[in-house]
């Protein structure tokens, strides 16, 4: 069993940037895939990044690419989820999920085992 903390998100204005993280309890395997997603209110659930626990892939929504950075240090069995040049469009909660399988497919909620209880990003204009 994986539990998902994260913690980073608040209140900034436009251009601003935040760090997320999400800290896992439990073991995580070479296998999995850590990805971060994000749902606005009265939207669904959205991808924005992933990054495979052996951190040799990392995958983004077109919508923050070059943006925003993942990373993840496996000695803190933490993700990282850097956002600069933020956007009032930016504004929701952000999720944290692990998928212990790490298959093909990393943008689809669906194929996560594990979801964090989310942290609220607002951004201002």
């Known amino acids: 069993q994986v539990q998902l903390v994260e913690s980073g998100g608040g209140l900034v204005q436009a251009g601003g940037s935040l760090r997320l993280s999400c800290a896992a309890s439990g073991r995580i395997f070479s296998t999995y895939t850590m990805g971060w997603f994000r749902q606005a209110p009265g939207k669904e659930r959205e991808f924005v990044s992933a990054i495979r626990w052996s951190g040799i892939r990392t995958y983004y929504a077109d919508s923050v690419k070059g943006r925003f950075t993942i990373s993840r240090d496996s000695a803190k069995n933490t993700v990282y989820l850097q956002m600069n040049s933020l956007k009032p469009e930016d504004t929701a909660v952000y999720y944290c999920?692990?998928?212990?399988?790490?298959?093909?497919?990393?943008?689809?909620?669906?194929?996560?085992?594990?979801w964090g209880q989310g942290t609220q990003v607002t951004v201002s204009s």
């Open positions: 999920a692990a998928d212990a399988d790490g298959g093909f497919i990393v943008t689809k909620p669906p194929v996560y085992d594990y």
